[in-house]
């Protein structure tokens, strides 16, 4: 894309996202995102489907930054490894982009219909991790439910880092993921199940 359709782009994204803050998702027109961005409403199609779409752009991008981030992790890891190994290189992206994908949230949160367009994404992404997954060789069965759980993990890891921004994105990801491995550790002995297996 040209250097000025690139621009025009992030102006559009930009304004709707001023004036979904200012005026609400459902009180803001297309015509009214294409005039704060300083270009006409015809402009904003040529970029965008609909007036959701202004938030939900480089979706194409990450899912391909996901499939190769995948693809490239080392060798001999376990899923959850890979997994982890994959968002702590395509979230550099969302933490150097903090200064939109802060209010963004915020702005989806308090919309339905942005968020019933965000958990559409979402499952589409998942998808896009499993089928990575396989390609790697995981088992059909086990790579989507890696995927679901990882990319469960990774959401909490992002709004953990939107809660707690002194903390960087890639060490919420780590605490995540470390939690998500004692939840699936063997739960130690008991006093009792020590006593059963000595018998007494």
């Known amino acids: 894309m040209p250097r000025s359709g690139l621009d025009a782009r992030r102006r559009l994204r930009q304004a709707a996202l001023e004036l979904f803050r200012e005026r609400g998702f ?11 961005a300083g270009v006409n409403e015809r402009t904003y199609f040529r970029h ?35 997994l982890l190994c994959a968002f702590r290189k395509t979230a550099r992206a969302l933490e150097a982009n903090r200064a939109f994908a802060e209010p963004r949230f915020e702005v989806i949160a308090a919309t ?16 896009v991790v499993a089928e990575a997954l396989r390609q790697r060789g995981v088992p059909g069965r086990l790579a989507g439910l890696a995927a679901r759980t990882g990319w469960a993990t990774y959401r909490h890891a992002v709004q953990a880092w939107t809660d707690d921004p002194e903390q960087s994105l890639d060490a919420h990801l780590s605490e995540a993921f470390a939690d998500l491995r004692t939840l ?7 006093t009792a199940d020590a006593e059963s297996s000595s018998g007494a």
Do not use: N, V
């Open 26 to 36: 459902d009180h803001t027109t297309t015509a009214e995102i294409a005039a704060r």
């Open 184 to 190: 699936s550790a063997p739960a130690p002995p008991t």
């Open 112 to 127: 339905p219909a942005l968020r019933e367009r965000e958990l559409a994404k979402h499952a589409l992404l998942a998808d």
């Open 48 to 82: 965008f489907a609909d007036k959701r779409e202004a938030l939900f752009d480089g979706e194409d991008e990450l899912r391909a930054s996901l499939m190769q981030a995948i693809a490239e992790a080392p060798d001999g890891l376990q899923p959850f490894q890979i």
